[in-house]
C-alpha cells in the first residue's frame, strides 16, 4: 500500500475511533455504521482524486460534494433529484432537519431516542471531522495537526455525555491518533533520508538530525499523542456547564463532589427544572417500595440550597465525612415531636447519573455500596471519585416527623448563628419582596403564622398561575418578574417564598429533589422526570426544617400547615420491616406534577417518568471563566506556535555575538542552517548528501531564484566549505544580507499558499520534536548506562562475598 493510502487509511481509522465518545449520547449505535460508510465513500472519493495530477483544494472540494451527496441520499431522498442531487426542496429539508435536531438536543436527556434530526447532526459532525482530518493528515501531509479536529470531536463528546465510557473511548480516539502519526512518520521516511548537518552537532545553534534522526517521527510519535492526549483529558473538564435535555449531562458533574481536602463545594447544582418538566417524553429515574402508610409526602430530597447571593441560590462549601452507621439526629428536633420510622428501598435507573442520593428527609441510616460520604449541615450523602446513583440499590431508614400546629407556633427563637446564616439576604434584594412579605404576613402572631400565610398566598389567594414556559431564572430580577407577572414553576414559587421568609427573620433554604411518584400495579413507586421538584424548608427550634409547598397543581400541601389537620398522632418509634410485601400507599399522591401542555393532550396518564437533573447555568464561576479564557488563549496560541519557534531561532541564528574565530566559524553555519530551513519551508526539503556547492544549486534551481538571490545562496555556501574544510578557514561577511536576499527571492518565486504555509506553519518546526526526542534517547541511554553500572558493582560485591561465606 502507497503512503498515502496508508495515510487515507489511518484518518478514516482515527475519525471513528474519536466518533465513539459520542455513542453514549443516543440510545441506538446504528448512525455510527451510517457514519462510517460515509466517511469511507468520502475517503475513497479523496484517494481517487489524489491519483490525478490536481490542485490539492480541488481534491477537498471533491470530498466535500460527495459528503453532501450521501447526506442527501440517506437524509432527503424523497427530495432530492434522482435520489441523491440536492434540490431547493431538499436544502430546505436539511434546515427542518437541523432545526429539529437542534431542539431534540434540548428537550432530550441522554440517552437521547435517535431521531432523524439527532442523526443529521451526528453523522454531519462525523463526516465534517473526516473531511478535516483526511485534508490535513491525508492532502497536505501534515497529520500532527489532524490532531486538533479530533481533539475537538472527543472533547465535545466528553463533555456531552458527562464522561460516560471513561477510558474505553478515550483510548479508542488515543490509538488513532498514534497510528496517524506513525503512519505519517512512516510516510515521511520512505520519501527522503537523513538531513545535510553540515558539520558534527556540536554548536549550540544546530538543529539539524544526525545518521540516527532518520528514525525521529518514528520515535517521537508516542510523545506527540502524549501532549495532544493530556490535552485532550483536560479539556472536557474545562468545557463551561451546559444546560438542559441532551446537554445536561456536561455539566452534572461539574462545580460538585469531594474534594482532596475532605469537603464538598457546589458553585450551582441547582435542578434545572424547566427543561425537565417540559419533555415530551418520560422514562423512570427512579422505584422505590417504602412500608410507609402514606407517601403523600414522602418526598426524596437530593440537597439544599442554603445560600443566596442575589444571583441565584446556591449550595455552601461544606465539610464532608464517612457515611456513619447511624446518622446523627436531626438539627433542630427534639422529643415530644410525634415521628414515625419508616424504610424504603430504592433503585436507580442505569441511565440516571446524579452525585447526590435522593432520600427522604430527615434519613437516619442508609445502606448503599459504593464511595458515598455524608454532608452533616445537609444530611446530604455525594458521591466521592465519580461515584453517582447510576444503577444504585440502597436502602435508606427516614423519619416522618408530625408536628402539631401549636407546636410549630410556640416554637422558639432559633440561635443567633442560624439565624444569622440562614436569613442573609443581598443587598440588592429589591424593596418590594421586604414590602410584600410585610403586607402578606400582616396581622400574625408568630414566625409559623407568616409561614402558612405566604405559602397560602403562592398557592391559594395571590392569583399565581403555574407556567413551565415562562422564562428561567434564579435571581433578584427573577424574582422581582415572577411578583410582577405572578406566572412561573417550583423554581420560582420556592426561591421567592424562602426570600420573603428571610426577610422576615424566618430561616429558610431551598430543598431540590422529587415528589413522590406514582403508584404501580405491583405496589411501588415510580419517579421521574415529571416529579423533579423544588420547595421551600424553613426552620423551627424544636422540629428543624420543615417543609411547605407554595407551588400550585405541585406536591402536597402539609397536614401541618391545614386548619383542619389533627393536633395530635400516635408517635411509632419502633423500626419497621423491610420485607416487601410491606405495603407502600396505593392511593395516588394528592398532587399534580403534568405540566400543562401534556394535561391539554391527555398524556398525564400514560407518561412515564424520565430524564435527567441538569445543573441550572446563572452564569458560570469565576474559575470556569478563568479556564475558558485560558483555553481560548491556548487554542489561539498552539496553531502559533511553529511561527514562533521559527522566529526565535531565526533571531538566534542572525544575532549570534562574539569576536572569537570560533564564533564567526558558528555564524556561517548557523547562516547555512537558517537558508537550509527557509528553503524548506517552501517545499524544498533538505538533502544531506549533497556538498554545501551541490545544495546550493539545487535550492537555485528548485527555489526558481533571481540572480541576485542565487549568487547570495552560493556566497553563503563558499563560506561554509571555507569553514568546513580550509586549512585556515575564512567566515564569510554579510550574511544577513544574504539571508534577507534568499529569503525574499524565494517568497517571490512561491505561490501565495506556499508563502502562506511557510510563515505560519514551517515545515522546518519539525526540528523542535527531533531535538526532544534527542535529548530522551540520550537521557535513557544515560540511564541505562548507570543502571548496568549499578548492577556489574553489584555482581562483582556478590562473587567477593560468596567465597568468604564458603571459607567460614
Known sequence: MSGRGRLALCAFAATLMAAGALVPLVESSLWLLQAAVMVAVMSLVGALVRRAPLARALTVVFQTVAAVLVLTSVFTRDEALFGFLPTPDALREFGDLFASGADDVGRYATPAPATDGIRLMLIGGVLLIGLAVDTIAVTFRSAAAAGLPLLALYSVAAGLSGGSGGWVWFLLAATGYLLLLLAEGRDRLSQWGRVFGGTPRTSRFSALPDASEGRAPVRTGHRIGVVALGVALAVPAALPALDGGLLANAARGAGTGVGGGGTISAVNPLVSLQDNLNQPEDREALRYKTNAKNTQDLYLRIMALDKFDGTSWRFSQRSVEDVPDRLPNPPGLRSGISTTEITTNVSAAGWYRQNYLPMPYPATQVQISGRWRFEPTGRT????????????????????????????????????????????????????????????????????????????????????????????????????????????????????????????????????????GTPQPDGSMSVGLRDAHAWPELYFEGIGWTRFEPTPSRGTTPDYTRPEAPSDSPSDAGRPSTDASDEPSTAPADSDSCPAQARRLDECDTAA????????????????????????????????????????????????????????????????????????DHGIPPDDSRTPRKAAARIVQLGGLDEEAADAVHRVARSVEQVLYAPDPRPGTGLADDLRLIREGLGASATRWTRIRALLAPRSSVRVIWAASERWTALTARWAAGRERLLTRWSATTTRWRPSRLRG
Open 609 to 680: 417518568p424520565s430524564a435527567v437533573l441538569a445543573p441550572t447555568d446563572s452564569g458560570p464561576p469565576l474559575g470556569t471563566v478563568l479556564g475558558i479564557v485560558l483555553g481560548t488563549l491556548a487554542a489561539l496560541l498552539l496553531p502559533l506556535l511553529p511561527l514562533l519557534w521559527r522566529i526565535r531561532v531565526r533571531a538566534q541564528r542572525l544575532g549570534s555575538g562574539g569576536r572569537a574565530p570560533e564564533d564567526a566559524v558558528d555564524r556561517t553555519l548557523a547562516a547555512w542552517r537558517e537558508i537550509t530551513d527557509t528553503a524548506w
Open 381 to 516: 450523602l455525594v458521591g466521592d471519585r465519580g461515584q453517582s446513583t447510576r444503577g444504585a440499590q440502597y436502602e435508606a431508614d427516614s423519619l416522618q416527623v408530625n408536628p402539631t400546629r401549636e407546636q410549630l407556633a410556640a416554637a422558639p427563637e432559633a440561635s443567633p448563628e442560624l439565624r444569622r446564616e440562614y436569613t442573609e439576604v443581598p443587598s440588592s434584594l429589591p424593596d418590594v419582596v421586604r414590602q410584600t412579605a410585610r403586607q402578606v404576613t400582616e396581622g400574625s402572631a408568630n414566625d409559623y403564622e407568616k409561614a402558612v400565610k405566604l405559602q397560602d398566598w403562592f398557592a391559594l389567594d395571590g392569583g399565581f398561575t403555574y407556567n413551565t414556559e415562562v422564562d428561567s431564572g434564579t435571581g433578584v430580577t427573577a424574582i422581582t418578574r415572577f411578583l410582577q407577572n405572578k406566572e412561573g414553576f417550583c423554581v420560582h414559587f420556592s426561591f421567592t417564598m424562602a426570600a420573603m421568609a428571610r426577610t422576615l427573620g424566618i430561616p429558610a433554604r431551598v430543598a431540590v429533589g422529587f415528589t413522590p
